[in-house]
């Protein structure tokens, strides 16, 4: 079983930064890691990933250059550090634990219960 528990959240102008943590508990060592987003009526939509044995991280294309996201074996935490944030960007953001580093939310058995970025212009 792993536990994940999202914080950071809030509101930020347009050209802000701000930055997610997930805190992880349970057997998750040999997981990967994911940071998705969801927006009322729309399927979760894949952000960025990070393997926790070796750090190998994926981004979607959309948030390549803007996200990073990385993890601190120390404090069982994943971060996603969002810079440059968009309007579009508003969603609920959403940490998973999955088997492989995939793009796919069908790949993540445990999620979180989300916390909710909101960009103003």
């Known amino acids: 079983q792993v536990q994940l528990v999202e914080f950071g959240g809030g509101s930020v102008q347009a050209g802000g930064s701000m930055r997610l943590s997930c805190i992880a508990s349970?057997?998750?060592?040999?997981?990967?890691i994911g940071w998705f987003r969801q927006t009322p009526g729309k399927e979760r939509e894949f952000r960025a990933a990070?393997?926790?044995?070796?750090?190998?991280?994926t981004y979607a294309p959309s948030v390549r250059g803007r996200f990073t996201i990385s993890r601190d074996s120390a404090w069982n935490t994943v971060y996603l550090q969002m810079n440059n944030l968009q309007v579009e960007d508003t969603a609920d953001y959403y940490c998973?634990?999955?088997?492989?580093?995939?793009?796919?939310?069908?790949?993540?058995?445990?999620w979180g219960r989300g916390t909710q970025v909101t960009v103003s212009s």
């Open positions: 349970g057997a998750f060592t040999r997981n990967a």
């Open positions: 998973a634990a999955g088997w492989a580093l995939s793009q796919s939310p069908g790949a993540y058995n445990y």
């Open positions: 990070i393997l926790w044995t070796d750090e190998t991280t």
